[in-house]
Every structure is written in structure tokens, then in C-alpha cells.
């Protein structure tokens, strides 16, 4: 069974920052691209980061230049370096995972879920 377990979140100040990590049962975790998606009360799941297996990386608009993506092969897991983190970042955070890397996907295209970890910023 695969599983994928985040962590890392917390409450955070305006400007603060956050690491999340992405801890996955995949096997082999080299050939599946990784993303980040997160969801604020009421609204729908949304997409932020993906790293492809060959080490592309994508992210949403309103993250460029504050958040970043990585991977570690060795250690099953993936990362989202979370920087000037803003109010309006608060949200579940979900780590996803697929076979196949895009520059954006949809929620509903992820083959493998984690439970999420929340991310709350105050200002």
C-alpha cells in the first residue's frame, strides 16, 4: 500500500517561513513526479509545485520566487521550501504524487494522495 506521509507544518508570522517534507512509500520513488497542492476552507484543492523525475520543476504563479521544490532520491522524499509566507498561503497542504510530470496539473490527476498538514500564517 502506498503511502505518503507530509509534515512540517505549523503556525507561522507574515514573512516567516516553513519547510514541508513528503516522506513516500514509493518504490522506486525516482520515476514518479512529486507536487504540492493545497486547499484554504472552502475552496477547492489547488495546485502549487511539481517536480518531475528528471528534475523539472513547475509552480503556480502566486509562489514564484518564495516557494521551492526538491527532492532527495535517497531519502523517498520530497520538500517545499516555504518563504515571505503570506496569509493568504493558509491551507491544508497535500503532497501528491503521479507517473507523469506536466507544468500544471489538476487534483483530480494525482494517482497518490498523503493526509495533509496544515499551514496556518497570521498577520
Known amino acids: 500500500q502506498v503511502q505518503l506521509v507530509e509534515s512540517g507544518g505549523g503556525l507561522v508570522q507574515a514573512g516567516g517561513s516553513l519547510t514541508l517534507s513528503c516522506s513516500a512509500s514509493?518504490?522506486?520513488?525516482?520515476?514518479?513526479?512529486m507536487a504540492w497542492f493545497r486547499q484554504a476552507p472552502g475552496k477547492e484543492r489547488e495546485f502549487v509545485a511539481i517536480?518531475?523525475?528528471?528534475?523539472?520543476?513547475s509552480y503556480t504563479d502566486s509562489v514564484k520566487g518564495r516557494f521551492t521544490i526538491s527532492r532527495d532520491n535517497a531519502k523517498n522524499t520530497v520538500y517545499l521550501q516555504m518563504n515571505s509566507l503570506q496569509p493568504e498561503d493558509t491551507a491544508v497542504y497535500y503532497c501528491?504524487?503521479?507517473?507523469?510530470?506536466?507544468?500544471?496539473?489538476?487534483?483530480?490527476?494525482?494517482?497518490?494522495w498523503g493526509q495533509g498538514t496544515q499551514v496556518t500564517v497570521s498577520s
Open positions: 514509493l518504490r522506486p520513488f525516482r520515476i514518479y513526479a
Open positions: 517536480i518531475g523525475s528528471e528534475g523539472d520543476i
Open positions: 501528491g504524487a503521479d507517473r507523469y510530470y506536466s507544468t500544471y496539473r489538476e487534483a483530480g490527476s494525482i494517482l497518490y
